[in-house]
């Protein structure tokens, strides 16, 4: 028990330091020092570094589940549903309240797009079981008949992810204020009129 | 001009490391390494690792302007010259000439948005000159009559800048070959139907 409390104790930390100074910037003796423990103490839980970068990353995927999709299950499926996701995920990315460095998968991304690996892999898995979720939850709006039954759903994906991302920098970068409301307004957009399949 | 050539090649390996590795994954030993020099004749041409970032993203920026907004210079301002400009922007992301790596100006953003410094201050400026260049080109389109007379600018440069963002991470991540077609239709779609003021 008390080595499961420690080690969530080391990737909560982990968590925090990687929202800013990145995961590559996650230093076992960083780490060690602002827990007050060795560094051997740090690594004997993990075992190398990649592996604490591998934790820390479920931990954050784990935090985005809790608070986006998390906040819409029960609920019926359709366009109400879609919204209040939506909005669920602007929240997540304005409110500042889970990472202080903005979304923590975006930075990920970022950071290791061009680094094969395994932190790389966990990276695109988690960036693609989101998007998996996100294409269910568009073509449950349309079987629902809420959206036109022409809705090219990977193209909606696309601009949602997009403005989402846009979102993510504007609030991160620019500290803009209108960020959110932009967001919202273009997801909006996005749903009212949603691009359509071009027929073969 | 031997020192300028020398300090040349220093940067352009600079802006190929960091362009997967990141700025703070810039190390001169590492350069010193690459290039066959000393570490001390790496840092003499710039003083400090800081220095050498600033010289690294203000060569990727030079190569960002030279590719984007340089390949409409001259054209009349209006929708058809705002059009060639997003398309110059995708095949810019899409290309893999420049960085291979994808833009760096975007990881760079990802890299130090939650890291005050002189960094920092570099990126926001030039993602803030860029946001104002399109906004600008907006502008002229509305004031050409080619996009409607109220038209949100702010709400449609977000949304154009939102897509290059979706786009550069569909292409990076996910070395996905539909992101430039799809980033192209959702920017031709932002243009075709463009938000408009609110009336207050």
């Known amino acids: 028990v008390d080595a499961l409390a420690t080690r969530t104790k080391i990737i909560d930390r982990a968590v925090e330091v990687a929202s800013t100074a990145g995961l590559e910037g996650l230093t076992i003796g960083t780490l060690a020092g602002d827990l007050g423990m060795s560094k051997a103490g740090v690594l004997g839980h993990f075992g190398?570094?990649?592996?604490?970068?591998?934790?820390?990353l479920d931990a954050a995927v784990r935090a985005f589940t809790r608070e986006v999709p998390?906040?819409?299950?029960?609920?019926?499926?359709?366009?109400?549903?879609?919204?209040?996701?939506?909005?669920?995920?602007?929240?997540?990315?304005?409110?500042?309240?889970?990472?202080?460095?903005?979304?923590?998968l975006t930075a990920a991304a970022a950071e290791f797009d061009g680094r094969p690996g395994a932190v790389r892999e966990a990276v695109v898995n988690a960036s693609r079981r989101w998007l998996t979720a996100l294409h269910d939850e568009v073509r449950a709006?349309?079987?629902?008949?809420?959206?036109?039954?022409?809705?090219?759903?990977d193209q909606l994906v696309f601009e949602l992810n997009a403005i989402a991302l846009g979102a993510n920098?504007?609030?991160?970068?620019?500290?803009?204020p209108t960020a959110g409301p932009r967001a919202r307004r273009a997801m909006r957009r996005a749903l009212t009129a949603p691009a359509r399949h071009r027929q073969g």
Chains 1, 2 share one sequence.
Do not use: M, N
């Open 48 to 56: 190398s570094k990649e592996a604490l970068q591998l934790a820390a």
């Open 141 to 153: 709006a349309v079987q629902a008949g809420d959206l036109p039954a022409h809705t090219d759903t």
């Open 70 to 104: 998390g906040r819409v299950r029960g609920l019926a499926p359709g366009r109400d549903r879609l919204l209040r996701l939506c909005d669920a995920w602007i929240d997540y990315l304005d409110g500042g309240r889970i990472t202080a460095g903005g979304c923590f």
């Open 169 to 176: 920098q504007a609030i991160q970068l620019h500290e803009d």
